[in-house]
Each structure stands twice: as C-alpha cells, then as structure tokens.
C-alpha cells in the first residue's frame, strides 16, 4: 500500500484525507493552521510538523491548496528538497495552466512527476468519495496515482497534457458563476413581475433554461436564504479569472467568459473573502431592491 502524503485540509482537502486514510493508505497530513490537522488523529493519520516533513519518503503526495502560487510556495519552503525521485505530487487546487506547467518542469528535474487534478462535486461529493477528477499529465504519472486519486474521486478523466485540468476547471467554473448570475437574473426580474419564485423554478427545470443552478442551488440556498457557505465567492472569481486568462491567452473572443471573473470579482469584493459563491446573487437583489422569496 502506497504512503501518502496529503497539504491542505481545506473544507474540501479535508474530507478527500479522510478518505484517503479509510482505504487504507499510510497517510501523513500537514496544514498551515495546526488545529485542522490535529482533528485528523483519530484516522490514524500521521500529523506532520512542517510539510517538509509531511512529503519525506511518500509515494503520492497531494496538495489541496486555493492557489497555484500557494502550492509553489510550499515547495520553495523546503518541500522540494524533501522529495525523492519516482514520487507523483497530484496537485487538487484549482490551478492555473501555466504556473502548473512550470511546476511540473521544476520537478521534473528531481524525476517526481506531476499531475494537475482539480475535483468537481463540492464538500458533499468529496465526503462520498464521489468527485470529478480532471487529470492534466503523463498517462505514467496518472496510473500510478490512481489508486489513491479513486479513494476521492468517482469520475477520473484524463484530460490532455499538463495543465488540461486546470483549464477544463477553470472553464465549468466560468460556467457556474454565468448560470448562477444569470438564474439570479431572471429570479429577480421575475419576481418584480409577479411571479414567485417556485413558479419560475418549476418552468425553468421543465424548460431548456435548467441549469444545476436553477435546480438546486437556487431552491436549495436562494428559496431558503440559508447560503451555507461551502465555497467561497472569491475562490470561483480566482477560478473565472483563470478561464478568462485562458481565452485571451488562446485568443478566442469570449464577452461572457470576461464578463463573468469581472461580475465575480466585483461581487466577492462587495461582500466580503467569506461569503459563498451563490451569495453573488444577494448583488443582484440589492440592485434591483428585491429579494428573492
């Protein structure tokens, strides 16, 4: 059984290492907050002190951080030299193409492979084990991670080279964040109309305008107010900005792609780092002076 070492034990980090450690793996667990990674002792898991330390001897070690840049910074601090040849780091962040790509050169040159696999399926789909894995690598690299990418994830896809995982990410979140801005839309201008939004949702859904927005974010969390917050507004901003990053890099016109990180940006700076991506619609509401109800 492979020795697995896993950094970052964020609200989705987190129940991807408990399923790690239930199948059966040999795990070692960091985070820079101490307290997450002290809950961890009751899986049997190994706290590591530093990262460093984490990463020393593994086999697989996974990164689940919110950036690309944050998962360089952990190697510049002392990871990279604690890594030995043959090891397969599979980054789950919600990186960018391009910082992925110079990473995988960088480790390359100590003979560790790289996987770019950012997940899909949200806090719910990681503590079933039940997430979307997109793969960006050497075909090598995926299989050999593979036994410990499936103890999360249900649909594995090999997406293309390095960096095809961010950018297939980075394009569903661009997606997302146009379907929850536009459902909110046309719930608020609805409503100003007349129509309740149950009535509105049930003709959406029956209608070629469904989305996972309109069919279960919104009645889940919108019709509710309840807005857990799952996933940060400003993380899905980071993530449009690297789809549209992508499209002008490619030079594809793409008006709602830009759009979108721009809509994004703007509404997690208006309600601040912790809000939840669907409380982007709470914008709308406030321009149009009402709420959906």
Not at 181 to 207: D, F, H, I, M, R
């Amino acid at each position: 059984m492979q020795t697995v070492a896993f950094l970052g034990l964020g609200a989705i980090g987190a129940p991807m290492a408990r399923r790690i450690a239930a199948a059966g793996f040999t795990l070692r667990v960091w985070n820079r907050t101490h307290e997450r990674a002290a809950a961890f002792a009751k899986t049997g898991a190994t706290i590591a002190p530093s990262a460093a330390d984490a990463v020393r001897d593994a086999d697989v070690v996974v990164t689940c951080l919110s950036t690309s840049a944050d998962v360089e910074q952990v190697l510049d601090d002392g990871v990279l030299e604690a890594l030995r040849a043959g090891m397969v780091l599979v980054d789950c962040t919600s990186g960018d193409p391009v910082t992925s790509r110079r990473l995988a050169g960088r480790l390359a040159a100590w003979d560790v492979g790289f996987v770019d696999a950012p997940v899909s399926g949200g806090v719910k789909g990681a503590e079933e084990g039940t997430l979307t894995v997109m793969c960006g690598g050497d075909e090598q690299h995926i299989e050999r991670a593979r036994p410990v990418i499936e103890a999360f994830g249900k649909k594995i896809v090999h997406c293309g080279p390095v960096g095809a995982g961010d950018a297939v990410k980075a394009m569903n979140q661009a997606l997302l964040a146009l379907t929850i801005w536009g459902t909110g839309e046309a719930l608020v201008a609805l409503a100003k109309s007349g129509v309740s939004p149950e009535t509105a949702l049930e003709v959406l859904n029956a209608s070629s305008g469904r989305s996972n927005a309109s069919m279960n974010l919104f009645p889940e969390r919108v019709l509710t107010r309840a807005f857990p917050r799952t996933f940060r507004l400003s993380l899905l901003a980071k993530d449009a900005r690297i789809a549209a990053d992508i499209t002008r890099a490619e030079r594809v016109p793409s008006p709602l792609t830009q759009l979108a990180a721009e809509l994004c940006t703007m509404a997690a700076r208006e309600l601040g780092d912790e809000a939840d991506h669907v409380e982007a619609v709470k914008v709308i509401e406030r321009w149009a002076g009402t709420e959906i109800r």
